[in-house]
């Protein structure tokens, strides 16, 4: 499986982006996609997971404000962000689980960068 990030940019605090990432090689079965973070000088972090039976699960941190998706025709995973504040900013990695949400993250794909502004 091979994951390509898109649609990071710079934006003004309240503002939205939206991030897509390009699945080859889809997963069937048992899997679970997620959106990871990194900012500079902090540990990496789960922002929103989507499992193969459509659960979804969000750091508390971007509850009420981001929202994962994936449509499967197009073999792409999203990440609907609205309400940016400037600790948003960070490197957006997409993952894919080939078992479950809590297993092992077996791909990654380069990452986007997301920088808000105040």
């Known amino acids: 499986v091979h994951l390509t990030e898109s649609g990071g940019g710079s934006v003004q605090s309240g503002g939205s982006l939206t991030l897509s990432c390009a699945i080859s090689?889809?997963?069937?079965?048992?899997?679970?996609m997620g959106w990871f973070r990194r900012a500079p000088g902090k540990a990496p972090e789960g922002v929103a997971l989507i499992d193969s039976a459509g659960s979804l699960i969000y750091a508390d941190s971007v509850k009420g404000r981001f929202t994962i998706s994936e449509d499967r025709d197009k073999n792409t995973l999203y990440l609907q962000m609205n309400g940016l504040k400037p600790e948003d900013t960070a490197m957006y990695y997409c993952?894919?689980?080939?078992?479950?949400?809590?297993?092992?993250?077996?791909?990654w794909g380069q990452g986007t960068q997301v920088t808000v502004s105040s």
């Open positions: 993952a894919q689980s080939y078992t479950y949400c809590s297993g092992i993250w077996h791909s």
């Open positions: 090689g889809y997963t069937t079965g048992t899997y679970c």
